[in-house]
Every structure is written in structure tokens, then in C-alpha cells.
């Protein structure tokens, strides 16, 4: 298996614009997180699905953050408007039970810089 | 308020020398713990856990102890090896996984 594809793995985009993140989990696992890390907070769970239901968004910071999961290979992160504060690397990650009853298996990240 | 807590940024540590990363919690109703281990440009990668009703748990050159009285949690790379040199998040679990702050190793030749 390919592991957990992440795209764009750069954005580099200015303040105000509508941002989106793209994340293909590994196939056959059931649940979806997306994280968000900062120096200063570390990795922070922003929102997580199981069988392409949100579960927990308590994580999200903002209404300018959204999520979705339209299906089980696909889920998009949305910040709209994007602002500089927004800057970051934003992981997902997929595993086959949630918490640590089994290993996340975490994408290469999105590097996110809002100017 | 921040629940699991690595209060050093950054640690040094000789090839071959012991690096221990510290881990602190809040929360007594973390059940599970973790370590996970992300180099550059890479998503974090699972590393070695612990459950809660255990003290140690060890994998090659990789232990984990648990202080469950003190709410501390610690790894332990013996020896270390530069391609050791890393950030490691620990990670608590209550539902969901709480990770921390994260700690980067540099292990010098």
C-alpha cells in the first residue's frame, strides 16, 4: 500500500483566500484524522471520522475550518478565508481502530504558509 | 490547557550514550500511552507504547517506563544512534490520542 497521500505537500497562499487539503487514507482502515502541528502546541487533533462520519470536531478551531469525508478514500480540510495564524503542517492520518488501540499511520503533511 | 506536556524543546546526546525523552500528563484517565518518532519532511511514524496497567515496556533499544504517581512518562534510547536524531512526540490516549509538544534529538557522532 501507498501509505497516507496528502496533497499539496506546499501552499504557499495569501490572506483571505480559501485553502483546501486533500487526504487519501490507507485502504481499509476506518478511521480518518486530521492534526494540525505548531511549535508551540505540537500535534493537535482538529477533527476525526469514523466510516466517513465526523466523530469529533471539538479540535477545530474556527468556523473558518471545515472537513469532510464524501467517501472512504477521500477527505478535504478547508480554511476559508485563510489567515496568517493559519500557518502550519496539517498531518492526517488513518488507522483501523481509533485512539491507540492501534497505530495511526500518519501522510507526509501539507506545509501551509499564509501570507 | 495542554494535557500531555514534553517540557524540553531539544536534547543532545553522544552516539552511544543513553537519551532519555521526558513526557508529562494531567489527565489520570489516560488508559494508553505512545511514542512516536517524525524526521523531516515525513508524518510521524508509531514508535513503542504502553498500556496503563503496566510500568515498562521494552522494544530493542527502546523502553518506555510509566510513573502512573507522578502522572510521568519516559523513553529510553540505549545506545543512541545517529540516525536516532529525530522529534518525538509522546501521545496519551482517553478516547482519543493527545499528543505533545514534542522534543527533538540530536545524537552527535
Known amino acids: 500500500d501507498a501509505g497516507v497521500i496528502q496533497s499539496p505537500r506546499h501552499e504557499v497562499t495569501e490572506m483571505g483566500q480559501e485553502v483546501t487539503l486533500r487526504c487519501k487514507p490507507i485502504s481499509g482502515h476506518d478511521y480518518l484524522f486530521w492534526y494540525r502541528q505548531t511549535m508551540m502546541r505540537g500535534l493537535e487533533l482538529l477533527i476525526y471520522f469514523n466510516n466517513n462520519v465526523p466523530i469529533d470536531d471539538s479540535g477545530m478551531p474556527e468556523d473558518r475550518f471545515s472537513a469532510k469525508m464524501p467517501n472512504a478514500s477521500f477527505s478535504t480540510l478547508k480554511i476559508q478565508p485563510s489567515e496568517p495564524r493559519d500557518s502550519a503542517v496539517y498531518f492526517c492520518a488513518s488507522s483501523l481502530l481509533a485512539g491507540g488501540l492501534d497505530t495511526q499511520y500518519f501522510g507526509p503533511g501539507t506545509r501551509l504558509t499564509v501570507l | 490547557d495542554q494535557q500531555v506536556k514534553q517540557n524540553s524543546p531539544s536534547l543532545s546526546v553522544q552516539e552511544g550514550r543513553i537519551s532519555i525523552l521526558n513526557c508529562d500528563y494531567t489527565?489520570?484517565?489516560?488508559?494508553?500511552f505512545l511514542w512516536y518518532k517524525k524526521y523531516p519532511a515525513e508524518g510521524p511514524t508509531f514508535l513503542i507504547s504502553i498500556s496503563s496497567i503496566k510500568d515498562k515496556n521494552e522494544d530493542g533499544r527502546f523502553t518506555v517506563f510509566l510513573n502512573k504517581s507522578a502522572k510521568h512518562l519516559s523513553l529510553h534510547i540505549v545506545p543512541s544512534q545517529p540516525g536516532d536524531s529525530a522529534v518525538y512526540f509522546c501521545?496519551?490516549?482517553?478516547?482519543?490520542?493527545?499528543f505533545g509538544q514534542g522534543t527533538t534529538l540530536q545524537v552527535k557522532p
Open positions: 501521545a496519551a490516549r482517553s478516547g482519543k490520542l493527545i
Open positions: 489527565n489520570s484517565m489516560f488508559d494508553y
